[in-house]
């Protein structure tokens, strides 16, 4: 498993916060991220330092167009970076990478946001179908869904 090609992503906000905190601990992975992902180009200068890092736009369901255009580059990491697996801290144009990932038949790992405490987020309810390992922050919210898992808070 040391060769095994992580990429790890998040868009501004919570999500990133959550992601960073998640990757204080990533020298206690098998193998540390090796392609860092985010949604604005402030955010890239943080992840820069860490290793190669991409820019996908933002997008949501009141801004649609910036998710094609979030799949096109989705499409181009999966095509020449071929990581193993996506971990996320979610949001929308994450989900369209994992969702392309899972296409090129890769592993994803979905941790929902720590803000949705009675319910999954928007995009969580659409990964809950895809992920290989879903994790959310509410130890509750894990024991109404039997896909999801509960590991702890992040933040």
Same mark, same amino acid.
């Given at each position: 498993?040391?060769?095994?090609?992580?990429?790890?992503?998040?868009?501004?906000g919570?999500?990133?916060?959550?992601?960073l905190?998640?990757? &204080?601990?990533a020298?206690?992975?098998? @193998?540390? #991220?090796?392609?860092?992902?985010?949604?604005?180009?402030? %955010?890239? +200068? !943080?992840l820069?330092?860490?290793?190669?890092?991409?820019?996908?736009?933002?997008?949501?369901?009141?801004?649609?167009?910036?998710?094609?255009?979030?799949?096109?580059?989705?499409?181009?990491?999966?095509?020449?970076?071929k990581? &193993?697996?996506?971990?996320?801290?979610? @949001?929308? #144009?994450?989900?369209?990478?994992?969702?392309?990932?899972? %296409?090129? +038949? !890769?592993?994803?790992?979905?941790?929902?946001?720590?803000?949705?405490?009675?319910?999954?987020?928007?995009?969580?309810?659409?990964?809950?179908r895809?992920?290989?390992?879903?994790?959310?922050?509410?130890?509750?919210?894990?024991?109404?869904?039997?896909?999801?898992?509960?590991?702890?808070?992040?933040?």
């Amino acid at each position: 498993m040391k060769n095994l090609k992580i990429c790890v992503g998040a868009s501004a906000g919570g999500h990133m916060n959550q992601l960073l905190r998640l990757l &204080d601990h990533a020298h206690d992975w098998p @193998s540390g #991220p090796s392609i860092y992902i985010t949604t604005q180009p402030e %955010l890239a +200068g !943080k992840l820069q330092k860490k290793g190669k890092t991409y820019v996908i736009g933002e997008c949501n369901r009141y801004h649609p167009f910036g998710a094609i255009i979030a799949l096109w580059r989705a499409l181009g990491i999966m095509i020449v970076d071929k990581p &193993d697996v996506v971990i996320t801290t979610g @949001s929308l #144009p994450l989900a369209l990478v994992c969702l392309v990932a899972k %296409l090129f +038949g !890769k592993k994803v790992v979905w941790i929902d946001s720590i803000a949705n405490a009675e319910k999954f987020s928007m995009s969580g309810r659409l990964m809950y179908r895809f992920a290989d390992l879903f994790l959310t922050q509410w130890e509750e919210l894990a024991q109404a869904h039997e896909k999801a898992e509960f590991a702890g808070a992040i933040l």
